[in-house]
C-alpha cells in the first residue's frame, strides 16, 4: 500500500515547485491546527511548518513556535497517516467542477448606508449585508487592507459596519482559507460566508468533496452557507511579476462560487454579478428584495467579452501547465 503523503510531500510537489496559490486551504485543515502547526509565512505567502499563524499578533506569534516544538518533542512531524494537507491542496488535483447555473447580471448598490460609506466594492458589501440580515450566515470570511494597504488581513465581519469597514481588502493577497478555521474556532460560528479568489473557491470545493469524509478534522466544509468569488487576474510581486502560482491559474471568475462578483464588462460604477447555484440565486434575488442591490441582465456583448477573456485566461493558465510538465520530465 502507498505511504500516506504529508507535509514533507506537499512542500516538494506543490510550494517548492512554485504552483501553490497560497490560498491558506492546507493551513486550515491541518489535524494540529490547535498546536499552529502549520502557517502562512507572511514573507513568503506559502505555508511553512511551525512559524506564526498570518490573523496572529505579533505577540502570539512569539509564543506559538515554542508551544508547537514543545509539543512535537522538539521536532516539526506530522503524524503518522495524516497528509490532511497533502489531499486537501487543490494544485495537488484539482476538484471536479459540477454543472450548474451561468446567468450574468449588472448590479449596483442600493444600500443607503454602504453608499454613504463610499466603499470600493460596494455590491459584494452589499450582498453581505444582505446575507447577515437574511440571517443565512453568522459571519463573513473578509479580507481587510491593514497598515495603509501594505498588510492584507483575513477578519472575519459579524455585522455590517464590520463589512464596510473590511471592504477593498486585496483577496489575492491573503490566503482566506485559513479564515473559515477562525470563524469556527475561534469565533464558535456555524454559517458562514466565505469570499475569495477563484483558486479559494477551489480550495474550498476541495475541502466540500475530499475532505467531508477524510481529512476534515474540523467539519468546516459543513458551515459556509454562501460563497462569493472576486474575479482575479492574478497577484503581483512588489516587482511587478506575476506571482509563480498564479501563473498556471486557469480561472478568471471562481466558478466553483455560489456568486462571481468583479467589474470586468459592467459600466462605470456597476458591477457584474455571476450566479453559479441555486444557494447562490437565492441570495442574489434575496438582496434584490431586500433592497440591497438592483440588478438587471448584462448585455450580450458584455457575456460575450468575460467568456472570451475567462478563454483566454484559462487558455494561457492550462499552457503554462503542460510547458512545466514538459520540463519535469525532460
Ligand atoms: S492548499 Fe493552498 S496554500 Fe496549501 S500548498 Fe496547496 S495551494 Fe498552497
Ligand atoms: S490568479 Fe488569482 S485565482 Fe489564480 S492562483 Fe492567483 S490569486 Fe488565485
Redesign the pocket.
Known sequence: MEKRKEFSD?KRD??DAG?????????A?CRLLDLDFLS?DPVSG??ILGGNQSSATANEACTTAPLVRAAMGDELQCPIDCGY?YY?????EKPELQEGLEEYYEVVNSDEEITAAGVAEDVLTSLLASALADALVEGVVTVADADGGAQPEVRIAMYKGALIEHAGGNYGAA?A?TGLADAIVKYGLWSVALVGTP?QME?YE?MLTVGRETHNAHNFSSVVRLRIAVFCDGVFTNKGEKRE?CKICDDLTGQFADLSVGSFGAAGGASVVIVHTDVGKEAFESAQHWGFIEAKPLDRSAVAALRQKQAEKREAGLKEQVRRAHSAVQ
Open positions: 506537499l506543490v510550494i504552483t501553490c496559490s497560497s490560498c491558506g486551504g492546507c493551513v485543515i502562512m506559502l505555508p494537507c486537501q491542496c487543490p494544485r495537488v490566503a482559507m483558486c480550495a476541495k502560482g
